[in-house]
C-alpha cells in the first residue's frame, strides 16, 4: 500500500502526558498537512510543510503543539502536557506540487486522553 | 475566509441521483471547489474538483454556475457504499490555512 500511513492508530494517555504521532506521506509528494477533528464536525487545519519547511501554522496550534518534517519526508506531531480537550482523531495529508489541490488522508490518529 | 454552507444531512434510496448543494457566496477568483467523502473512522478521500462549467469523473459531476456562489456535487444510481459525510471545501492551495472543511452533509441510503 503505497497511501499514507499513521502510527499510531489510537492513543490512550493520561493527562499531562506528552505524546507523539508520526505520518509517512504518499513518497513523491512534498507537502504535508496536519489536520484534528473532533466528533461530528470537519477536520480542522493545524499545519503545512512543504518539504522540510513549515509554512503555515494554524492559531489552533498552541504552543503545546509542535510538528516536524526533519527531512522532508515523514512528519511528526508531539503534543505536550496532553488536556482532555485535546482529544481528537489527528489526521495527516499530503499532496505533490504538481497537483497540490488533491490532498491524499491517512487513516488518522485517535487520541483520548483520560 | 470563503465560508461554506450544506444542508446537515439528506436521505435517499439506492439506485437514485443525489445532489447535494453547497453554498460560497464570498469565493475568491482563485478559489478551486474540492469534494470530499469520508466514512466512520477514516480518513477523506478526493471525489472531484472543479472551478467553474462542469466537471464529470468516473464517480461523480460538479455543477458550478457562472456566479461560482455555489455548487452541487451529483452522485449518479448510488448505493449503500455511498454512506457518508461530504464536505465542501472553497479555497486555494496556496493557502493551505484558509482552506476550511465545514460540518458536511451526512448522506444516508436505504436500501
Known amino acids: 500500500d503505497t497511501g499514507v500511513s499513521q502510527d499510531p492508530r489510537h492513543k490512550i494517555t493520561k493527562r499531562g502526558q506528552n505524546v507523539t504521532f508520526r505520518c509517512d506521506p504518499i513518497s513523491e509528494h512534498n507537502r504535508l498537512y496536519w489536520y484534528r477533528q473532533t466528533l461530528g464536525q470537519g477536520p480542522e487545519f493545524l499545519t503545512y510543510f512543504q518539504n522540510e519547511a513549515q509554512l503555515e501554522k494554524s492559531r489552533l496550534l498552541s504552543d503545546r503543539f509542535s510538528a516536524e518534517r526533519p527531512k522532508g519526508s515523514f512528519s511528526t506531531l508531539e503534543i505536550q502536557r496532553t488536556e482532555q480537550g485535546d482529544s481528537a482523531m489527528y489526521l495527516c495529508?499530503?499532496?505533490?506540487?504538481?497537483?497540490?489541490?488533491?490532498?491524499?488522508f491517512g487513516p488518522g490518529t485517535r487520541l483520548l486522553v483520560l | 475566509l470563503a465560508k461554506t454552507t450544506q444542508p446537515i444531512s439528506m436521505d435517499s434510496y439506492e439506485g437514485q441521483e443525489v445532489n447535494i448543494t453547497c453554498s460560497h457566496n464570498n469565493i475568491a477568483t482563485n478559489d478551486y471547489i474540492t469534494w470530499y467523502q469520508q466514512f466512520p473512522s477514516q480518513g477523506p478521500r478526493f471525489i472531484i474538483q472543479?472551478?467553474?462549467t462542469k466537471v464529470t469523473n468516473e464517480v461523480a459531476s460538479l455543477f458550478i454556475p457562472a456566479d461560482r456562489k455555489s455548487s452541487t456535487l451529483s452522485l449518479p444510481r448510488v448505493s449503500l457504499s455511498d454512506t457518508a459525510v461530504y464536505y465542501c471545501l472553497v479555497g486555494a492551495y496556496s493557502s493551505a490555512s484558509k482552506i476550511i472543511f465545514g460540518s458536511g452533509t451526512r448522506l444516508s441510503i436505504r436500501p
Open positions: 472543479g472551478y467553474k
Open positions: 495529508a499530503s499532496s505533490s506540487t504538481r497537483d497540490q489541490e488533491t490532498q491524499y
